[in-house]
């Protein structure tokens, strides 16, 4: 019989639901926000790599004598964050540009392979990919 009311007496006590509610809710939370953020430093630096590749296409077009492995390393100092050392630069020349024989159009694409922190989450890596175009004056 005491047994029996002290089973009924902790059935009817509701302190520490709240904690219980928020052990298992917290998971959901923290790895819907941890998602959020992940997913908005994969776009920043997925900007970042634009910017950076649209900025060393112009380098180009104004130094149009530089060596490409110049403009790579322009191109890497201009990512945010550092990053600069895991971008693959590739160069691809089109001559008489625009129907211009004095021109020459290179296509510059840039490759970085993004890696989220959160492994856990299952997203793995995503390869990214900027072009920009220079347009180069190479003679008359």
Do not use: H, W
């Amino acid at each position: 019989m005491m047994a029996m009311n002290g089973f009924r007496r902790l059935l009817s006590d509701l302190r520490g639901n709240a904690v219980i509610e928020f052990g298992i809710l917290a998971p959901v939370l923290f790895t819907m926000l941890l998602g959020g953020v992940e997913f908005g430093r994969m776009f920043y630096v997925r900007q970042g790599l634009e910017g950076a590749t649209e900025a060393a296409a112009r380098y180009y077009m104004l130094n149009p004598g530089f060596t490409q492995s110049v403009v790579t390393t322009y191109l890497r100092s201009q990512m945010l964050g550092g990053m600069g050392s895991g971008i693959a630069v590739g160069y691809a020349d089109t001559t008489n540009c625009n129907s211009n024989s004095n021109a020459t159009c290179t296509m510059i694409t840039a490759t970085y392979t993004f890696t989220f922190v959160a492994a856990y989450l299952g997203l793995g890596t995503r390869i990214m990919t900027a072009k920009a175009q220079a347009v180069r004056q190479t003679g008359g």
